[in-house]
């Protein structure tokens, strides 16, 4: 099978170390582990590929660049043409699999055009999102171009339940929108095979740095525990627009000494920066709606580690308390401490724990699984001639 994936969003490098541009690294890989060819169409790279992907054909898109929001917006519309051009030039496709990009709706109307499943996969509540934490200036238009997109898509998948009811609330055909959460590559990230000297204990937290992951909460828990015993250490594992805040926060704190910010790093080091970790840390706030399907959670429980996270959203559905994982409050610093105090005094939970989080990474969470279900999903739609 060929399939065509497609991103348009001139914000995700697709071989960036985003959270996003390890996503699709990863279905990159599982859809070619599989047999299948993928060629990418694609508005920014970010960088050279992986080794294991330097062979996979790119056909660039119009590059969005710099200025005002309308006029970028304008250009995101305009480059609709451009992506045509190059699935028509490329083709013939078995099926387009697409990122969905507010103005991005070629990919999924060529499919449906050329009578070819057109998948897509929503990942947020991407106009809420660009008018809340970015700039939308036509949130009209962008709401008009989403409801021809996922009318024109033969699927959509969405990585958690409040996606998928945010897309259902912009399409009448309801019954076409799957949730497929995120996962991870559970050969790339193991359990590191020896255990870690015991005269400290380090507190783990790996993802962009966004005000709606926590760090603050994090922060103040490890500052409780370091009061009392200073052998914690922290290891945040990643960079973004909020490391300047939590560096500053670190620093008030009085815990530079016992802190490491590695800043971004490679997806390929992220197993190495896991490993050096003793628990590991998700401590979402309480969005409403929480949306997010964390990478950052399946990359924990592969790694067998033992993992403290709020109670919010996929990741009280993912997380048994007390079985491979702890859950605690949201937004609860002391909370989050008395947790990690428990697993430091308790060698052998911590164990149980990594043990179950790795098994259930295993059997319910790999991208090979999530592809799987993709796949089937794109079958089982047919031709698109029978959904019109």
């Known amino acids: 099978m060929r399939l065509a994936y497609v991103c348009a969003d001139p914000g995700l490098p697709v071989f960036g170390r985003k959270g996003g541009s390890v996503h699709a690294q990863e279905m990159i890989r599982a859809v070619r582990g599989k047999g299948h060819r993928v060629e990418l169409f694609v508005a920014r790279l970010g ?60 990919g999924m109307a060529w499919a449906r055009r050329t009578g070819v499943p057109g998948v897509l996969e929503v990942n947020a509540p991407l106009i809420d999102e660009q008018a809340t934490h970015r700039s939308l200036v036509d949130r009209g238009g962008a709401e008009a171009q989403a409801r021809l997109i996922f009318a024109d898509a033969t699927g959509v ?27 991870v590559d559970t050969e790339r990230i193991t359990p590191r095979c020896h255990d870690r000297p015991g005269d400290t204990f380090t507190v783990g937290f790996v993802g962009t740095l966004k005000p709606w992951h926590g760090l603050d909460t994090l922060i103040h828990a490890v500052a409780l525990l370091v009061g009392s015993d200073r052998t914690y250490r922290l290891l945040i594992v990643g960079d973004g627009p909020e490391a300047g805040a939590v560096t500053d926060l670190v620093r008030k704190q009085g815990l530079s000494d016992v802190t490491t910010c590695t800043g971004a790093v490679d997806p390929a080091d992220v197993p190495r920066h896991l490993h050096r970790m ?21 990359e924990y429980l592969a790694a067998g580690l033992p993992v403290v996270a709020s109670a919010v959203g996929q990741v009280a559905e993912v997380i048994d308390d007390g079985r491979n994982g702890v859950l605690c409050p949201p937004a609860d610093p002391e909370a989050l401490a008395a947790a990690v105090a428990r697993l430091r005094a308790d060698p052998r939970q911590r164990a149980a724990l990594a043990r179950a989080g790795r098994a259930s990474a295993v059997a319910s969470h790999s991208w090979d699984r999530a592809v799987e279900r993709i796949l089937a999903l794109a079958s089982e739609a047919g031709p698109v001639g029978a959904l019109a």
Request: aromatic share 10%; no cysteine; hydrophobic share 45%.
């Open 47 to 106: 960088g050279d590929p992986p080794r294991d992907l330097v062979d996979v054909p790119v056909h660039p898109l119009p590059a969005i660049g710099a200025g005002p929001p309308e006029e970028r917006e304008a250009r995101s519309r305009n480059a609709n043409a451009e992506l045509d051009r190059a699935l028509v030039s490329a083709g013939p496709f078995d099926l387009v699999y697409e990122r969905y990009w507010l103005w991005s709706r070629a």
């Open 278 to 298: 003793d628990v590991a840390v998700a401590p979402y706030p309480d969005l409403a709606p929480f949306y997010f399907s964390p990478l950052k959670l399946y």
């Open 157 to 183: 998948v969405a990585v958690s339940e409040p996606v998928a009811d945010w897309v259902r609330a912009r399409t009448p055909a309801a019954e076409r929108v799957d949730v497929v959460p995120n996962g």
